[in-house]
């Protein structure tokens, strides 16, 4: 079964580069036709979409993130990354890594998710 475990540091200062690992159990990251997506929620607000990678490599962010955001991967590993420029305090949440079927849309796998707080 596949699962996914989130990894980063808990505490990152304002106007700095936060960055998180996706690690896949179970399967492969090129798996035709998964998506391999970050979201985050802030605290008191919904989850919101920050991007995904394909099995294939594209990436696609969210357009309201996308200018300080870049995701990439590391095939041989099974993992995923996620790198957030310049964070504020607003970028405060606890991101989550999860899977994606091409065809429906819904995500099937989940990781628990990591705090991240960004603070002076």
């Known amino acids: 079964q596949v699962q996914l475990q989130e990894s980063g540091p808990g505490l990152v200062k304002p106007s700095q580069t936060l960055s998180l690992t996706c690690t896949v159990s179970?399967?492969?990251?090129?798996?035709?036709?998964?998506?391999w997506s970050w979201i985050r929620q802030r605290p008191g607000k919904g989850l919101e979409w920050i991007g995904y990678i394909t099995y294939s490599g594209t990436t696609v962010g969210s357009p309201s993130l996308k200018s300080r955001t870049s995701i990439s991967r590391d095939t041989s590993k099974y993992q995923f990354f996620l790198q957030v420029s310049s964070v504020t305090p607003e970028d405060t949440a606890v991101y989550y890594c999860?899977?994606?079927?091409?065809?429906?849309?819904?995500?099937?796998?989940w990781g628990q998710g990591t705090q991240v707080t960004v603070s002076s």
């Open positions: 999860a899977r994606a079927w091409e065809g429906t849309g819904e995500y099937d796998r």
């Open positions: 179970g399967g492969s990251i090129t798996t035709k036709y998964y998506y």
